[in-house]
């Protein structure tokens, strides 16, 4: 139980297009998703945290603007990287949270962005 | 802010043996819950082992267990009989709330 997917695993676009990213609860409901971005080598570092049917939270210095977080349905929630460019490029994790315990996340496969 | 450090970018482990990676963190909080993660080169975060702070006893998994010391805000994770598959990035977290702040890492090597 408690698998969390994510699609694509892998997208390469050009600088300037945009590019959308599905993270999918597959057996549960999510009250609560997280976006973290990994540059390689490096941690996770938390870009900003959604509830079903509410605008993101975004953390400082993240622009809204340009990663959009819509979570439409207990199940799903995308982040869409809009113009992107080159130093967007990163490894996206999403994780989703079912709320029945405050601390429980459980995170996606993550989706590798190259952006040329 | 919550801080999660991590001192040791990389270690290494003689295939059998017992490791101890470090773990700080800062926080002003007396309830919260902390983590370790693997990070294999898959790069899926697999949970390793969870402790709840208001728990003196340490979290134990199988090979993997946890010294928590609150009052030093200090959490390592000690593996033994290392194997071959423990080799991956170790992340160490903080949670409250359900907002989770990672460490910056460390790579874990093992030697056959």
């Known amino acids: 139980g408690a698998v969390v997917s994510q699609h694509p695993s892998w997208v390469i676009c050009k600088s300037g297009t945009s590019v959308k990213i599905e993270c999918r609860s597959l057996?549960?409901?999510?009250?609560?998703m997280f976006w973290y971005r990994q540059f390689p080598k490096q941690s996770l570092m938390l870009m900003a945290t959604?509830?079903?049917?509410?605008?993101?939270?975004?953390e400082q210095g993240v622009e809204k603007d340009k990663f959009l977080i819509n979570h439409a349905s207990l199940t799903l929630s995308t982040l869409t990287v809009t113009s992107a460019h080159p130093e967007d490029s990163s490894f996206y994790i999403c994780s989703a949270a079912p709320g029945t315990k405050i601390y429980e996340q459980y995170f996606g496969p993550g989706t590798r962005l190259t952006v040329t | 802010a919550q801080t999660v450090t991590q001192s040791q970018p990389e270690m290494s482990v003689q295939e059998a043996e017992t490791v101890t990676l470090s773990c700080t963190y800062d926080t002003s909080e007396s309830d919260y819950y902390l983590f370790w993660y693997k990070q294999p080169p898959s790069r899926q975060m697999i949970l390793v082992i969870r402790q709840e702070a208001y728990k003196q006893q340490n979290a134990t998994e199988n090979r993997f267990s946890v010294n928590f010391q609150k009052a030093a805000k200090s959490f390592s994770l000690k593996i033994s009989d290392s194997q071959l598959g423990d080799a991956a990035m170790y992340f160490c977290a903080y949670n409250r709330d359900n907002d989770m702040r990672f460490g910056a890492g460390t790579r874990l090597t093992v030697k056959p």
């Open positions: 057996d549960f409901q999510a009250t609560t």
């Open positions: 959604s509830n079903e049917g509410s605008k993101a939270t975004y």
